[in-house]
């Protein structure tokens, strides 16, 4: 749990220091499968939601913060049953992971974030889900959140692992 509180805090402190500069335009910083990007996208799929989806929100400044500003495309997931596929960003030690973070493209520190909030997906599942650093696919309840206090854009609940 603590490791949990440590990363969050590291994303919202990467969050809140970018209020200190001009905010990069979305589509173009690390995570985003850019022609700049070190990573290959995942193949794309039909039967998940994409990550040109999700990391194309835009943000806004208001009262001394950035805030995501969703377009329809990302409103129209909200509160509805989603697959997303990424890769594993554990919170806590352990083979079998219950609280996650599901990223666009794979660590390759483990102290820093692959991208911005955009291009990661908060993941609560029902049953435990075998960590791996292949990427997965889960289902579950999405969420699209417009103020969360940790700076995340996307949560996914009551989520199973798909095979």
Known sequence: ???AVVLLALLAAATAGAQLSPPVPMGTGPGVHSPNSPF???????DVVSWEVLTAVK???????LLPDFGKAQLALNQKTQRVQGFMMPLEPGEKQTHFLLSSVPMSCGFCTPGGPESMVEVKTKTPVR????PVTVEGKFAVLADDP?????RLTEAVGVK
């Not at 940790?150 to 996307?154: D, I, M």
């Open 131 to 134: 960590y791996t650093l292949d």
């Open 1 to 3: 749990m603590k490791r």
């Open 150 to 154: 940790y700076g995340l854009y996307y």
């Open 40 to 46: 290959a996208p995942l193949p794309a799929r039909a």
């Open 59 to 65: 943000t806004r400044a208001e009262k001394n913060k």
